[in-house]
């Protein structure tokens, strides 16, 4: 059983900042390709960022400047960090991983976590 808690999320003013943190726990042999998504009202899900294992970041259209995605793999985690935040921010962002779960070949799925809050009040 695998798990991915996001944390961190809340209500924060224009222009301020916000980390938010996803841990995984579990059956973990491996942990890959990690990501973060987001889903305002009414919007489709979007990819905000994804970092490699070995540290490599990348970032979803326009949000480069102001979020940094980054890992701890002693603690299985990944982090967020949001400056200069804008209300089009608000958003339910979600964790994403694609963990191997046991030795040999195969054994790679996909997991989500299950969200978390984020607002941003004008």
């Known amino acids: 059983q695998v798990q991915l808690v996001e944390s961190g999320g809340g209500l924060v003013q224009t222009g301020g900042s916000l980390r938010i943190s996803c841990a995984a726990s579990?059956?973990?042999?491996?942990?890959?390709?990690m990501y973060w998504y987001r889903q305002g009202i009414g919007k489709e899900r979007e990819l905000v960022a994804g970092?490699?294992?070995?540290?490599?970041?990348h970032y979803g259209d326009s949000l480069k400047d102001r979020f940094t995605i980054s890992r701890d793999n002693a603690k299985n985690t990944v982090y967020l960090q949001m400056n200069s935040l804008k209300p089009e921010d608000t958003a339910v962002y979600y964790c994403?991983?694609?963990?191997?779960?046991?030795?040999?070949?195969?054994?790679?799925?996909?997991?989500w976590g299950q969200g978390t809050q984020v607002t941003v009040s004008s």
């Open positions: 994403n991983a694609n963990i191997k779960i046991r030795a040999g070949t195969g054994s790679i799925y996909n997991y």
């Open positions: 579990g059956s973990i042999f491996r942990l890959d390709n």
């Open positions: 970092i490699t294992s070995s540290g490599m970041p």
